[in-house]
Structure formats: structure tokens, C-alpha cells
Nanobody, 120 residues
């Protein structure tokens, strides 16, 4: 299973940016997909995740500003980021836990990361 993320870049504070992540490989279903981020010198943290039926969960810090969505047919998860703040600057990683996939896997899959920089 491979996850290919794209869409990062430089944006001024208050601006918007969209990320996408395409999953490929030998699986029939990914029930849970998500986005994490890692700021310099900090641990990787959950930004949002979405289940196959569309149920979502967001970190408090992005609630109301970010929107996660997915296209199951296209095996793609998206992250729309609005009202960006300098503290949103980080490398963003898409994620697919192997335990939520069919067939199930003990491996958690990660995209390569895409850098989002928000200037003040």
C-alpha cells in the first residue's frame, strides 16, 4: 500500500490550502484515513480523520477551520485548510491504519509528507 500526498506550499496567514492523498496498492477497503502533522521539534499529532461512511474527528486546534473529506471510488482523502495560522506550519502526513483495511494489516501506512508553511 502506498500513500501519495500533494498540495503543500507557502501561504500567508488567513489564507487557504488544500491537500490530497491518493492510496494505491492491494486492498479493497480502507475504513479510516487521516491527516497528521509534525511541526519542527515537536511530535507528530493527529489533525483529522474520516471513516469510510464519512464520520469525522478533528483536533481542537483545527476544528472549524479545516475540513477533511474523501472519495472512496478514487481512494483519495482531502484536507481543506482555511483561516491558516503560522502555528499550522508543519509537515503534513496522510495515514491509513492497517488494522482498518481489508485485508487487514499490522502496518500503519504513511504518505511521504508535504510541507505547509504559513507566513505571518
Amino acid at each position: 500500500v502506498q500513500l501519495q500526498a500533494s498540495g503543500g506550499g507557502l501561504v500567508p496567514a488567513g489564507g487557504s490550502l488544500s491537500l490530497s492523498c491518493v492510496a494505491s496498492g492491494r486492498f479493497s477497503v480502507i475504513n479510516l484515513m487521516g491527516w497528521y502533522r509534525q511541526a519542527p521539534g515537536k511530535q507528530r499529532k493527529l489533525v483529522a480523520h474520516i471513516s469510510r461512511d464519512g464520520s469525522t474527528n478533528y483536533a481542537d486546534s483545527v476544528e472549524g477551520r479545516f475540513t477533511i473529506s474523501r472519495d472512496n471510488a478514487m481512494r483519495t482523502v482531502y484536507l481543506r485548510m482555511d483561516s491558516l495560522k503560522p502555528e499550522d506550519t508543519a509537515v503534513y502526513y496522510c495515514n491509513a491504519p492497517g488494522r482498518t483495511m481489508i485485508p487487514s494489516s499490522a502496518t500503519d501506512y504513511w504518505g511521504q509528507g508535504t510541507l505547509v508553511t504559513v507566513s505571518s
